[in-house]
């Protein structure tokens, strides 16, 4: 007789941080991206009766109870785009991983991605990246309606990344960007658990009913993009800083930042941060402030601890994870 482990699948993906244009980025706006060194980790196996979760990532409780029809959702949707029947399914999914699940680090679309690997590699099927990363758009449609697809881009590829969506259904525009060395950064998350697609759809609809307001607001997210690709790639980075506080000024235009975002920006601004703006969808979630050094981040990161807020001390433009 056999007894032996029984086999499972695994995989991964990274947490994200956007560090240009977030919510412009779905309306066909470039943005730009860095993966983190944190990624959230997938175990699958074919056992058991219909679809299990068991979600050991840290900080997932108050996020895991919010986010649960659409976590089942965007499974279902994953299983039905790798042609498995999510009805007949049996599965036991476990998530664990060193990304916190804080809502606009791209939490989502890293469990996305890992568990796309998992379940493929539990059923033996060999797929690109490009085809995981098709795979895990499927799925953050269930989380944020209509998703740009740079969250599951960061998530499949890692790195520093230019993203622009292709509006009209054809691939994004997905670039690599080298930057000339890792930068300190501190994400700093305000706890109140966000949905990205109740704030999707509100700067859609908030578009449509007063475009005079928001047109010139798109297209000054749009030049800062390619002025901020500029000053990355020519490492200036109090020039970063500066943009990304200009950034973080349109997303409050939009309506997407909240006061306790707006709290933490300010702190780490005092702090001596070179610029801090909100990260992902806003509305609570994290923000993120440039913070080069080791000493600096420190400053900033404490300040935000000493008021009880949790952060995550890691780094843009890590090319090696
Ligand atoms: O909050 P997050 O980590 O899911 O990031 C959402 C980013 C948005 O630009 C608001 C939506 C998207 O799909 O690009």
């Keep these: 007789m056999f007894f032996g482990v029984v086999p499972m699948g695994r ?17 066909g706006v470039p943005g730009i991206v860095s993966a ?12 058991g009766e219909g679809i299990t979760v068991r979600d050991e990532r840290k900080g ?12 089942k959702e965007s499974i279902e949707r994953m299983l039905k785009t790798m042609g498995i029947d999510p009805e007949k ?9 060193n ?38 758009y499927e799925a953050e449609k269930a989380y944020a309606g ?7 881009t960061a998530a499949t590829y ?14 994004n525009t997905i670039e690599k960007l080298s930057i000339r060395e890792p930068v300190e950064i501190v994400i700093g998350n305000t706890g109140i658990v966000a949905d990205t697609k109740e704030m999707v759809a509100g700067v859609a609809e908030r578009r449509k009913r007063n475009p005079e307001k928001y047109n010139p607001l798109f297209k000054q997210a749009e030049d800062l993009a390619f002025t901020a690709r500029k000053a990355l790639k020519e490492f200036d980075l109090r020039k970063v ?33 070179f610029g801090a703006k909100l990260t992902g969808g806003g509305g609570g979630g994290c923000m993120v402030a440039l913070t080069p050094r080791r000493e600096l981040q420190e400053a900033v990161a404490t300040a935000m601890e000493k008021e009880g807020f949790r952060v995550l001390r890691t780094k843009i433009g890590i090319q090696k994870y």
């Excluded at 890692?158 to 691939?171: E, T």
């Excluded at 950034?247 to 601004?269: F, G, M, P, T």
């Design 11 to 27: 995989g991964s993906g990274f947490g994200k941080v956007i560090l240009f244009g977030e919510h412009f980025v779905v309306h």
């Design 36 to 47: 983190i060194d944190s990624t959230t980790d997938a175990e699958v196996k074919k056992i």
């Design 60 to 71: 997932a409780r108050g996020y895991t109870e919010k986010k649960r029809a659409q976590q």
């Design 89 to 97: 399914a049996s599965l036991e999914i476990w998530l664990g991983g």
């Design 99 to 136: 990304l916190p699940s804080f809502s606009g680090i791209g939490a989502s679309a890293a469990s996305s991605v890992a568990i796309a690997r998992a379940i493929a590699e539990e059923f033996e099927m060999v797929l690109s990246d490009e085809k995981i990363n098709e795979i895990a």
């Design 146 to 152: 209509t998703p740009s697809g740079i969250d599951n």
């Design 158 to 171: 890692g790195g520093l990344i230019w993203f622009k969506r292709n509006l009209s259904g054809g691939p």
């Design 241 to 273: 800083g500066e943009l990304m506080n200009e950034n973080h000024r349109l997303l409050q235009e939009i309506e997407v930042s909240c006061k306790e975002l707006d709290y933490l920006v300010n702190l780490a601004r005092e702090q001596g941060a």
